[in-house]
Structures are given as C-alpha cells and as structure tokens.
C-alpha cells in the first residue's frame, strides 16, 4: 500500500505531514503548485536546512569555524593554491562570504593571502600547515556526524537519496546560475567539480 497524501514512507515508517504542514501545502496549492510538488520541495529544503545546521554545528564544536570556513579548507586540501573568486565560484558561495572566511581563517593562521607575482590584481590564497591539519580536524567531525545521521538508512536509501538530489542539481544549475543564485552547499557536499560537472564546463 502506497503513501497517502503528503506521507513519505521508508520500509514499515511512514512520516504523514503535520496539521500545519497539510495546510501549508493547501494554501500554495490555491496558487497553482500540486501538493506533491510542494512537498518535494518542502521535504528537499527542510532536509538541507538540517544537514546544514548540524554540519555549522559540528565544525563549531571541532574548529570554532562554521562549515563554509572548513569548506576552503577542504578545497586547499585537494588543489594547492585558488583565488577567491574561483573559492566563491567552486562552493558557491558569495564573494562577501568568502572574503569574510577567509579573514577568520588568516586570523587563526589557517591561511596566508598574497598577490600573485604574475598580476598583482590577483590575491593567491593557500592553506598553511596549521590549516592543513584543521582540515584534517574537519574531516573527523565530518565524518563523524554524516556516519550518525545515515545510521538508519541502507545502501539502496542512500543511493537513491543521492540519485534524485544530483537530478534536481543537474536539472536546475544553469537556471540558477543564470538567476544569480548562490546555494550556500551544494548537493553531494562537493568541494571541487568533476570534469564532467556542468560548473566545470561553464569555467572552460
């Protein structure tokens, strides 16, 4: 027997919507959305908004950094140098925000910020050797919560969960670029893109 109106369910769980939630999804259904549709994307955004929060929260904890600072981190782990425009690009984040991490991670010496011999237009930011073992830091409490918060999902929920979100991604990325849209994490929680990712090509 299927799901009823609004209800996921997962094996023998089932989660039905709550009185708000089903008045919610009837009120925008008035103007034009089908109830399915809303909570696709109700369910999408409220389950980013808590991977989110308690990715801030766990880096806060590990580094006293919020998750968009360990990011950079990360992403000076995988290439040696980057600019922060390409850091702003890549996470999709704002060029304010990342000015902002950056500072935080130059106070704490995580980072060192120059301009490049080659165009001193440029500034060259790269991870020191304390940055590189905060990232490291990171990535055990990275580890740590995603491992907790999959605990009850198997590997065909996991791979399925990752299929649909990567399709939304690809379905909606030029879109959103186009709108000038900056998601702050991007799905997959991908630091760098693939060679084949649309954000690469769009850089080629």
Do not use: C
């Amino acid at each position: 027997m299927g799901a009823g109106r609004g209800e996921t369910r997962d094996g023998d769980r089932v989660y039905p919507p709550t009185r708000l939630e089903r008045r919610a999804a009837a009120w925008v259904e008035e103007g034009g959305l089908d109830e399915a549709t809303f909570f696709a994307a109700y369910d999408l955004n409220s389950a980013g908004q808590l991977l989110g929060s308690a990715l801030n929260q766990a880096m806060q904890r590990a580094l006293g950094l919020t998750y968009e600072a360990w990011r950079i981190l990360w992403l000076l782990q995988l290439v040696p140098s980057s600019e922060p425009r390409r850091l702003a690009h890549t996470l999709w984040l704002s060029r304010p925000a990342v000015t902002a991490a950056l500072h935080r991670l130059e106070e704490a010496g995580y980072v060192t910020r120059q301009r490049a011999a080659n165009d001193r237009r440029l500034v060259v930011v790269e991870a020191t050797e304390a940055g590189r073992a905060a990232a490291e830091r990171g990535r055990e409490a990275y580890v740590d919560l995603i491992r907790a918060l999959f605990a009850g999902f198997g590997e065909e929920e996991k791979a399925a969960l990752s299929r649909m979100a990567r399709a939304f991604w690809w379905a909606n990325y030029e879109t959103a670029r186009r709108a000038g849209m900056e998601p702050k994490v991007r799905p997959g929680v991908t630091a760098l893109p693939a060679a084949d990712d649309p954000g690469e090509r769009r850089d080629g």
